[in-house]
């Protein structure tokens, strides 16, 4: 097997384990889903109060939020936006819900300078202050849910988004000092083989056993690798007796 088969058949076993049906990506569909009716039912009862489009003093409604014409357009509009990105998809709904959270946020912000005042077109109140702060932090918690970490579980559907395919830890290639010839040996044949594959020059024993060598969490493990294609423990010591080859020593 070529290592370009190999890397397909990585990236083929990583796009499985991460399906349409992963948990973080039904979460951020479902809360999309929850949060836009909310959303929706409030931007319809406005509607059904027939105010003026915008009507600075608005309507008040259930909880003591005020409404017009204007807010509840955009009300509607963003429920329909949060319910499209959860029928597209858990990743564009984890999106848009951070989007939308964030401008609610801005918006909340904003309109409180506002109230009391001729450019008041949304009829903001104090209430509606209040839920579009907490409206803005639903959303930022579910888009972000599962996705903003500093270290994302290997099945998470967003790892991939940052590079982090590979589950080393950090001093993975920390290369130690070796402690015998025989590894100070098999440290020189690792690095001949590297260079190898990097100019294309490497025969089948070297990519067979680099291939080996990189399914290893650090540096130890994969000189240990490398050593047992010779029959080496890594002492250097010839597991096979004295008659075993030494081929990671010779390798150029």
Same mark, same amino acid.
């Given at each position: 097997?070529?290592?370009?088969q190999?890397?397909?058949?990585?990236?083929a076993?990583?796009?499985?384990?991460?399906?349409?049906?992963?948990?973080?990506l039904?979460?951020?569909?479902?809360?999309?889903?929850?949060?836009?009716?909310?959303?929706?039912t409030?931007?319809?009862?406005?509607?059904?109060?027939?105010?003026?489009?915008?009507?600075?003093?608005?309507?008040?409604?259930a909880?003591?939020?005020?409404? *017009?014409?204007a807010?509840?357009?955009?009300?509607?509009?963003?429920a329909?936006?949060?319910?499209?990105?959860?029928?597209r998809?858990?990743?564009?709904?984890?999106?848009?819900?951070?989007?939308?959270?964030?401008?609610?946020?801005?918006?909340?912000?904003? *309109?409180?300078?506002l109230?009391?005042?001729?450019?008041?077109?949304?009829?903001?109140?104090?209430? *509606?202050?209040?839920?579009?702060?907490?409206?803005?932090?639903?959303?930022?918690?579910?888009?972000?849910y599962?996705?903003?970490?500093?270290?994302?579980p290997?099945?998470?559907?967003?790892?991939?988004?940052r590079?982090?395919?590979d589950?080393?830890?950090?001093?993975a290639h920390?290369?130690?000092?070796?402690?015998?010839?025989?590894q100070a040996?098999a440290?020189?044949? @690792?690095?001949?083989?590297?260079r190898?594959?990097?100019?294309?020059?490497?025969?089948?024993?070297?990519?067979r056993? @680099?291939?080996?060598?990189?399914?290893?969490?650090?540096?130890?493990?994969?000189?240990t690798?490398? @050593?047992?294609?010779?029959?080496?423990?890594?002492?250097?010591?010839?597991?096979r007796?004295?008659?075993g080859?030494?081929?990671?020593?010779?390798?150029?």
């Amino acid at each position: 097997m070529s290592a370009d088969q190999d890397e397909r058949g990585t990236r083929a076993r990583v796009a499985d384990a991460v399906t349409p049906d992963h948990g973080v990506l039904w979460v951020h569909r479902v809360g999309a889903v929850v949060v836009a009716l909310v959303i929706a039912t409030i931007g319809v009862l406005g509607f059904v109060g027939g105010l003026g489009f915008f009507d600075t003093e608005g309507a008040t409604m259930a909880g003591g939020l005020s409404t *017009n014409g204007a807010l509840s357009t955009v009300s509607v509009v963003t429920a329909v936006i949060l319910l499209a990105a959860a029928v597209r998809g858990g990743k564009l709904a984890s999106t848009v819900m951070i989007v939308i959270g964030t401008l609610f946020l801005v918006s909340a912000f904003g *309109n409180l300078a506002l109230i009391g005042t001729p450019y008041n077109l949304l009829a903001f109140r104090l209430p *509606n202050v209040f839920f579009s702060i907490g409206a803005g932090l639903v959303l930022l918690l579910l888009g972000a849910y599962g996705r903003v970490s500093s270290k994302l579980p290997p099945d998470n559907p967003y790892r991939r988004e940052r590079g982090e395919d590979d589950d080393e830890p950090e001093d993975a290639h920390r290369q130690s000092y070796p402690a015998s010839p025989a590894q100070a040996a098999a440290d020189a044949a @690792m690095a001949d083989a590297a260079r190898a594959i990097a100019q294309g020059t490497a025969d089948d024993e070297q990519r067979r056993r @680099m291939r080996a060598a990189d399914e290893a969490r650090n540096h130890e493990d994969r000189r240990t690798i490398w @050593m047992g294609f010779d029959g080496r423990d890594p002492d250097g010591e010839d597991r096979r007796g004295s008659g075993g080859s030494a081929h990671g020593s010779a390798m150029a």
